[in-house]
């Protein structure tokens, strides 16, 4: 078997004295550069586990005999990185890449060894069809523990947005037809064995889920509702198939709350039950459960910090250990054998990036297995704090602020950085492009505004038909916020943020000029009609959805016009810096053209970058370094 050093990059760091900063000035490749280590997943026996890690320069997949310690790489992919993997039995793995960003993922498998590796799906690169984006994709559902040459895929080749499901052979790529999509089925629902038992469905508006009736083979509805109603989801599925786990806005008694919750739930009479957990400042919770006792084990949620409340008492004893050995860092199991006698433990903070263990459980013993940037000292990092202020109209915001390492936190120059969706949000944790800005003497400030999932019905209707207006109010407030906490010189503030982000950034310059002295612009969008005319096929579940929230092109094109940045170029007065990706199948490249052309005309100071073969985000390390080093040089002339 071949062996495989894996070598750790050595960085030295110079002084960088600004003001009253002292700080490590650090190469900007030491935050950039691909992880040593990423995404440690056991075997089902527990006897290799898997990880990527770069092989000229792209992240590969490496094996690694828990036996003997011998690493094998198994993949040599040269032009782009592996995204994932996952084992298909204790021999076999699968791992998935899109081309150039695309977002149509292909499937590929490979033996532990490196050997008999084949295309199972090839991938294929976005096309343009009567003015929309297509994307194709078969994607993994499950792993059949009890047919170990098949996988459960689903495919949208008949139906852009439905998808079928299909048994694949691991070898070969056959595909036979399980289960064809009864109607708009977004989402399918697995039993422990693999086996179809339930789906989540959108129609229009509504939407709920349903099960499978073995008896009749029907499919019978359980719940249906509007997404501004109070409704109730599936969380999880215990091994008898006749309870689970519910996310409710409705309590038992039929009483509505703002914040879900999670509830017992009871399949056979579709009766919500006892509640298992809530929290009075977000949804909660996700549901942690495994396949050894299929049953639950605890719950995690985040408000500010990632927390997590164990149920069980065995993997309450289990974490307890580990964060005892680990006190410093935010503690998870990532994987383990389906045994459950040896796990993976991942450990991080803002601070630390992810750092990476065995645990053996019959001997409570905690082996270190590597680093993901050994090259970072977190001493050297920028903490990242969780953060709470009143918009104007008195909600509460929740937000982070990440100060530059050294700095006294007063009257620093302030990056304003919304994050994409909108419907997503911001979380705690080591983030390389925050702690990269924090290094360069720069205060991060991230919002989660209205509109940000998880934090309650009212908080996400609020933001109902608001892109521009009080959704882009959050973040003014955010940024007057931070000048008034004395954080933040007014005189120095950029805003910059990527896809809803970058939208944001756009806004934020045309609707709130006075606050901002230059913007970024990430693969955003620029043109709220052209974000319809150029949707992926791909979103077709969820337009109806996206026209009560943002407006509707056919019978609100003036609204969605006056809300557009490209029609405001006239009232931006700073430079402006753009990245978009030929390739992006979710903001098309006509929105920088159309946003350039708006800018030229004004006669607005601006930059744009396009590289040809990204997508939503450059993923490539050769293009993230040129975009960062713009990025820098950008704030540092305008800031």
């Not at 689970?244 to 409705?250: E, L």
């Not at 905690?366 to 050297?380: F, Q, V």
């Not at 990204?614 to 370094?625: P, V």
């Amino acid at each position: 078997m071949k062996k495989f050093a894996l070598r750790a990059l050595v960085l030295t760091a110079a002084v960088m004295i600004s003001g009253s900063v002292f700080a490590k000035s650090l190469p900007l490749e030491t935050f950039f550069k691909k992880p040593q280590y990423a995404g440690f997943q056991l075997s089902p026996d527990g006897n290799n586990v898997g990880v990527l890690a770069p092989i000229n320069d792209r992240l590969n997949i490496v094996v690694i005999d828990l036996n003997n310690r011998e690493l094998t790489p198994v993949t040599g992919i040269k032009d782009q990185d592996v995204s994932g993997f996952i084992w298909a039995n204790n021999e076999r793995l699968l791992f998935f890449m899109d081309k150039d960003g695309s977002e149509s993922f292909g499937i590929f498998a490979v033996n532990k060894d490196g050997s008999m590796a084949r295309t199972l799906v090839q991938p294929l690169a976005s096309q343009l069809s009567k003015g929309q984006r297509v994307i194709r994709f078969t994607q993994l559902l499950d792993v059949l523990e009890k047919d170990q040459d098949h996988v459960l895929v689903v495919n949208n080749d008949r139906r852009a947005s439905y998808p079928d499901v299909y048994k694949m052979n691991i070898v070969t790529g056959r595909k036979q037809l399980v289960q064809r999509n009864p109607g708009n089925v977004t989402g399918w629902i697995t039993d422990w064995d693999g086996n179809i038992i339930g789906a989540n469905y959108t129609d229009g508006v509504e939407g709920g889920f349903q099960m499978l009736n073995k008896e009749t083979g029907e499919w019978e509805e359980y719940t249906r509702g509007r997404y501004d109603e109070p409704g109730y989801s599936l969380a999880g599925i215990t091994g008898d198939l006749e309870h689970a786990y519910v996310n409710s806005q409705i309590n038992p008694d039929g009483s509505t709350r703002d914040k879900a919750a999670v509830f017992k739930y009871n399949l056979k009479t579709r009766e919500i039950g006892d509640m298992v957990y809530e929290h009075d400042q977000i949804d909660c919770c996700n549901v942690m459960m495994t396949k050894a006792k299929k049953d639950m084990i605890g719950i995690s949620y985040m408000v500010g910090k990632p927390e997590v409340v164990y149920t069980d008492e065995k993997w309450k004893a289990i974490m307890d250990g580990i964060n005892q050995a680990l006190p410093n860092t935010i503690n998870g199991v990532s994987s383990m054998s389906d045994d459950e006698r040896v796990m993976t433990v991942v450990a991080s903070s803002s601070t630390q990036p992810p750092r990476y263990f065995l645990y053996h459980t019959e001997r409570k013993a905690l082996e270190p297995m590597g680093d993901s940037r050994p090259w970072i000292n977190a001493g050297d990092m920028a903490e990242m704090k969780p953060v709470t202020f009143q918009a104007r109209d008195g909600m509460t915001l929740h937000g982070y602020l990440t100060l530059p390492k050294g700095s006294d936190g007063k009257n620093l120059p302030l990056i304003m950085n919304p994050h994409g969706g909108p419907w997503a949000r911001d979380g705690w944790g080591f983030n390389p492009e925050t702690q990269f800005l924090a290094n360069r003497g720069y205060a991060v400030l991230q919002v989660n505004f209205r509109g940000s999932v998880g934090f309650g019905m009212q908080h996400l209707l609020s933001s109902k038909k608001q892109w521009g207006r009080a959704m882009q109010d959050d973040v003014s407030d955010a940024v007057n916020w931070a000048i008034g906490e004395g954080i933040a010189d007014k005189g120095k503030v950029c805003i910059y943020g990527g896809s809803y982000g970058g939208y944001a950034t756009m806004a934020g310059l045309t609707f709130s000029p006075e606050l901002y002295q230059c913007g970024i612009n990430y693969v955003g969008v620029t043109d709220l009609p052209l974000l319809f005319k150029t949707a992926p096929d791909a979103w077709a579940s969820g337009m109806d959805y996206m026209k009560e929230m943002v407006g509707d092109p056919d019978t609100e094109k003036e609204f969605l016009e006056q809300w557009s940045p490209s029609n405001h170029a006239d009232k931006i007065k700073v430079p402006v810096f753009m990245a978009y990706g030929a390739q992006d199948p979710r903001v098309d490249i006509s929105h920088a053209k159309v946003m350039e052309k708006a800018l030229k005309k004004n006669g607005v100071k601006y930059e744009l970058m396009v590289k040809r073969d990204e997508g939503h985000g450059y993923r490539k390390q050769e293009n993230q370094y040129d975009y960062y080093r713009k990025v820098e040089s950008f704030l540092a002339e305008n800031l």
